[in-house]
């Protein structure tokens, strides 16, 4: 085993993490102006936590704790993007990157796109993957903790696929055509794919911080768990959704985020 904690490693993780993000950000603004689509940047937010997840297991300490994060975020983001990239490839534009560019002149909106969505989710992906991160520069055995996290994220992961899943065959039934899916998982939350994601990130961090310093990246999935729910996710989403018939009944007998016992009708 090496050092439990190396400060010359997390600064080579560090820079490599952002290196890693910048460069997958950059690679995607290219696709989406070949494309004249900014929808497939959502394809790489899962994808680019990946990337750092090995590249920071390559340039840490090569312990179990970082080994065990690579392979987590691998099946979350992994699974993540082969969920969107039939939406974001095989539709229009995405309505919330619509509504973003048509404040610009169309001479102007990819060079808008680059700074508002690439540059923003680059950073914000290096960010979140912080307990990735510092988890890479430290070497020391993976306890009950540890274990406690991958059950969370089991769970994080089964509310994401399962809620998409049902979400999937719900669309796929002409009857449900106009109707609210108040079913399965999405009974008991409004949002089960982004509580899930929120899981997840929850669940690395626990991982991370059992070893010091991880638990100083507390502040990752509390910002993701914010945007989810609160900024980007589930509150723009539901300003859209409320205008449809039936929704704001299932808004009131239904959780927004965290999955609670569904009311009487």
Same mark, same amino acid.
């Given at each position: 085993?090496?050092?439990?904690?190396?400060?010359?490693? $997390?600064?080579?993780?560090?820079?490599?993490?952002?290196?890693?993000?910048?460069?997958? @950000?950059?690679?995607?603004?290219?696709?989406?102006?070949?494309? *004249? #689509?900014?929808?497939?940047?959502? /394809?790489? &937010? *899962?994808?680019?936590?990946?990337? /750092?997840?090995?590249?920071?297991?390559?340039? *840490?300490?090569?312990?179990?704790?970082?080994?065990? $994060?690579?392979? $987590?975020?691998?099946?979350?983001? *992994?699974?993540?993007? &082969?969920?969107?990239?039939?939406?974001?490839?095989?539709?229009?534009?995405?309505?919330?990157?619509?509504?973003?560019?048509?404040?610009?002149?169309?001479?102007?909106?990819? +060079?808008?796109?680059?700074?508002?969505?690439?540059?923003? =989710?680059?950073? %914000?992906? &290096?960010?979140?993957?912080?307990?990735?991160?510092?988890?890479?520069?430290?070497?020391?055995?993976?306890?009950?903790?540890?274990?406690?996290?991958?059950?969370?994220?089991?769970?994080?992961?089964?509310?994401?696929?399962?809620?998409?899943? =049902?979400?999937?065959?719900?669309?796929?039934? !002409?009857?449900? #055509?106009?109707?609210?899916?108040?079913?399965?998982? &999405?009974?008991?939350?409004?949002?089960?794919?982004?509580?899930?994601?929120?899981?997840?990130?929850?669940?690395?961090?626990?991982? +991370?911080?059992?070893?010091? !310093?991880?638990?100083?990246? /507390?502040?990752?999935?509390?910002? @993701?768990?914010?945007? $989810?729910?609160?900024?980007?996710?589930?509150?723009?989403?539901?300003?859209? @959704? %409320?205008?449809?018939?039936?929704?704001?009944?299932? =808004?009131?007998?239904?959780?927004?985020?965290?999955?609670?016992?569904?009311?009487?009708?």
């Amino acid at each position: 085993m090496g050092d439990a904690f190396s400060g010359g490693t $997390l600064v080579v993780v560090l820079l490599g993490s952002l290196l890693t993000s910048a460069l997958a @950000m950059g690679v995607t603004a290219v696709v989406s102006k070949r494309l *004249g #689509k900014v929808a497939v940047v959502d /394809i790489t &937010w *899962g994808l680019v936590f990946v990337a /750092i997840g090995w590249v920071a297991y390559a340039l *840490g300490q090569h312990s179990a704790r970082s080994l065990v $994060l690579a392979v $987590l975020v691998t099946l979350w983001g *992994g699974r993540l993007a &082969w969920h969107i990239r039939g939406r974001a490839l095989g539709a229009g534009e995405d309505p919330r990157y619509e509504k973003m560019l048509s404040s610009q002149p169309p001479e102007k909106r990819f +060079a808008f796109a680059v700074k508002r969505v690439f540059v923003v =989710q680059g950073l %914000a992906a &290096w960010f979140v993957s912080l307990p990735l991160q510092v988890a890479a520069s430290t070497d020391t055995a993976l306890g009950w903790v540890a274990a406690v996290g991958v059950v969370v994220w089991l769970v994080g992961v089964t509310f994401e696929s399962v809620g998409d899943a =049902q979400l999937k065959a719900f669309k796929a039934d !002409p009857s449900n #055509k106009g109707k609210v899916m108040d079913r399965g998982l &999405w009974g008991w939350t409004r949002h089960p794919n982004y509580f899930g994601d929120s899981a997840v990130w929850w669940s690395l961090f626990v991982v +991370a911080a059992e070893a010091w !310093p991880g638990v100083l990246t /507390i502040l990752s999935p509390v910002v @993701m768990t914010y945007f $989810l729910a609160f900024a980007t996710g589930a509150k723009l989403l539901e300003s859209e @959704m %409320a205008k449809r018939p039936g929704y704001p009944e299932y =808004q009131q007998r239904t959780s927004m985020f965290f999955p609670l016992p569904p009311k009487k009708r």
